[in-house]
């Protein structure tokens, strides 16, 4: 089962995962929530409560990351678990440019927060 919660901070939006992702059911829960985030600028998914993805849900992320650029959306993935991060490497889809380091986070986050800021 996987339990999907999103947090909008301004034009960013950070996906909170947290369970399973071996079923397609979890794949479409993680594809409706990312895909109602069309007005978002930049898409963090937080893979640090992933336990197992399976081939459903890398083929998933890899929609979501064609879908996001086509909608001139940056995505990033974020602190995978171990068994996630090995998963995703041996599928070979995900350039490291795809993952944000806890240091780019932090940056993502502050300037999410300013702008939102600016805007209120």
């Known amino acids: 089962m996987l339990h999907v919660h999103i947090d909008k901070i301004g034009e960013m939006a950070v996906v909170e995962c947290e369970g399973r ?13 990312v895909t ?4 978002t600028r930049i898409i963090v998914i ?3 409560k992933v336990r197992v993805i399976e081939g459903g849900g890398l083929g998933m992320l890899a929609f979501l990351r064609r879908w996001a650029q ?7 993935l974020f602190n995978p678990t171990k068994a996630v991060h090995d998963r995703l490497e041996a ?14 986070m932090m940056t993502l986050l502050q300037r999410a927060g ?7």
């Open 46 to 48: 937080d893979l640090s």
């Open 114 to 120: 300013l702008q939102y800021s600016w805007a209120a």
């Open 70 to 76: 086509d909608h001139d959306i940056q995505f990033k």
């Open 36 to 39: 109602s985030l069309g007005d």
């Open 91 to 104: 599928a070979n889809s995900f350039p490291q440019s795809d993952f944000a380091s806890l240091h780019e």
């Open 21 to 33: 992702v071996v079923r397609s059911d979890a794949a479409f829960k993680l594809r409706n929530a």
